[in-house]
């Protein structure tokens, strides 16, 4: 079975470029989660979506960050623009619950704004 | 304070050892605990959930104290392949939101 799917796996931009960040969930998984891990902060919830809508965005760090999931298989992240303090790696996951079962995570997308 | 926290080492152990790794949260409301492990560049994944009585996975034991707030986990006669980084995580419910909290992580390196 094909697990969460990412893309790119790595991204490396200019300050101030466009970034979005891809990712497909697990077919059937009602809840999708983008989240942004740095080595000083640790693994950070950015947003969640359940069925498509958004439920907490409130990780979300400022307008420059967007989410959107236009159907349950496709969601985005989007950075406009991008700074050097947004280098981190985002992971997407998914679950069949929000918090009380397990979330399958992507591979990661690698990103690094200069 | 941090909703979870954890040492985050390294703990450097040899190989055959038993490691111990403690974990607080400070959401009392929480209900659900788990532990994740994440390998060096890769993904965070589930480990073991970690319930009230207590519970065993081969080598691995988790406990939950619920009175003092916090969770452990236990890893017996220690592997190369156990070295990684152990994410203690736990549910924060709030409102209409229901999330996974990660602590920083907890980074084991087994050696020869």
């Known amino acids: 079975d094909a697990g969460v799917i990412q893309s790119p796996r790595h991204e490396v931009t200019e300050m101030g470029q466009e970034v979005t960040l891809r990712c497909k969930p697990i077919?059937?998984?009602?809840?999708l989660f983008w989240y942004r891990q740095t080595m000083m902060r640790g693994l950070e919830l950015l947003i969640y979506?359940?069925?498509?809508?958004?439920?907490?965005d409130s990780g979300m760090p400022e307008d420059r960050f967007s989410a959107k999931m236009p159907n349950a298989s496709f969601s985005t992240l989007k950075i406009q623009p991008s700074e050097p303090r947004d280098s981190a790696v985002y992971f997407c996951?998914?679950?069949?619950?929000?918090?009380?079962?397990?979330?399958?995570f992507g591979p990661g997308t690698r990103l690094t704004v200069t | 304070r941090k909703e979870v926290e954890q040492d985050p080492g390294p703990f450097n152990v040899p190989e055959g050892a038993t490691v111990a790794f403690n974990c607080t949260y400070s959401?009392?409301?929480?209900?659900?605990f788990f532990w994740y492990r994440q390998d060096c560049r890769k993904e965070p994944k589930l480990l073991m959930s970690?319930?009230?009585s207590g519970n065993e996975d081969g080598r691995f034991t988790a406990q939950l104290n619920r009175a003092s707030q916090y969770i452990s986990l236990l890893i017996r006669d220690s592997k190369l392949s156990d070295s990684a980084t152990y994410l203690c995580?736990?549910?924060?419910?709030?409102?209409?939101?229901?999330?996974?909290?990660f602590g920083t992580g907890t980074l084991l390196a087994v050696q020869p």
């Open positions: 996951a998914s679950a069949l619950t929000a918090g009380r079962r397990e979330q399958y």
């Open positions: 077919s059937g998984h009602d809840y």
């Open positions: 979506f359940n069925n498509n809508v958004p439920i907490d």
């Open positions: 959401n009392s409301a929480s209900q659900s």
């Open positions: 970690v319930y009230s």
């Open positions: 995580v736990v549910n924060d419910r709030g409102g209409a939101t229901n999330k996974l909290i």
